[in-house]
């Protein structure tokens, strides 16, 4: 009788780890459906001025500067399509403040030539995004032939000197080259599946037990 009590309090508490683990990814579930669908409100936003609104994920924006060309950086992605490239990001002075700008893609044949630099600094319009944290598991950047796998803020800080807002703009329009990136509200939302495997668990161990205990009473 001792055995079989507690192997069914072993039982129920897997069950009811597993109910809490579910429960837990459908708060996260809904959670991220009010973001993705916030993000989606922000990005059909028309701009706004930077220099008088709060800074939030997404913002689209509207501001004028000075870019810095001397210290533009080549940092390494794939375009849409899955092609090797770099993604050109410039500081971007704006008032008192320092930010980088992505300005979009190049071919790898681009690098340091004139015709990516073309830009109106003083219509710059954009989307604001939190800078992620570095990969660790990337390439560390190679700063001396300005090759880049990662905005690491202690490498950007060495290459130009200037510390910079954890928001980085990414430019918007139509250019060809660079081609700016698009920004969506497609994140990851895998949280219904993990709910849902998480209860078929507690079910399945709750059946199977319902079986074992049948089978041996």
């Known amino acids: 009788m001792r055995y079989k009590f507690l192997f069914s309090i072993f039982v129920f508490f897997f069950i009811s780890v597993f109910i809490a683990l579910g429960s837990w990814q459908i708060i996260r579930l ?3 459906l009010e973001l993705i669908n916030q ?3 922000s990005l059909k936003d028309d701009p706004v001025s930077l220099k008088s609104s709060n ?6 924006i509207k501001t004028n500067g000075s870019i810095d060309f001397e210290k533009q950086i080549y940092l390494y992605n794939l375009n849409e399509k899955g092609k090797p490239g770099f993604e050109v990001i410039n500081p971007l ?3 008192n403040k320092n930010y980088l700008l992505n300005r979009g893609w190049i071919p790898f044949n681009k ?3 004139d015709i990516i630099n073309i830009v109106d600094e003083n219509n710059i319009i954009g989307i604001l995004k939190i800078q992620i944290k570095a990969n660790r598991f990337k390439p ?6 300005n090759y880049w796998f990662t905005l690491n803020r202690e490498d950007t800080f060495k290459f130009t000197g200037k510390k910079f807002s954890p928001y980085v703009i990414y430019l918007s329009g139509n250019n060809e080259l ?3 990136k698009l920004i969506t509200a497609n994140i990851s939302n895998n949280h219904k599946k993990y709910a849902m495997t998480w209860f078929s668990l507690a079910i399945s161990i ?3 037990y319902l079986y074992f205990r049948k089978k041996n009473y």
């Open 140 to 145: 560390k950047n190679d700063l001396s032939n």
């Open 111 to 113: 690098k340091g030539n």
């Open 178 to 180: 660079p081609k700016p």
């Open 55 to 60: 800074e939030k994920n997404y913002l689209r």
């Open 30 to 32: 809904n959670w991220k």
């Open 93 to 95: 002075k704006i008032g």
């Open 206 to 208: 709750f059946l199977l």
């Open 39 to 41: 993000i989606k409100t």
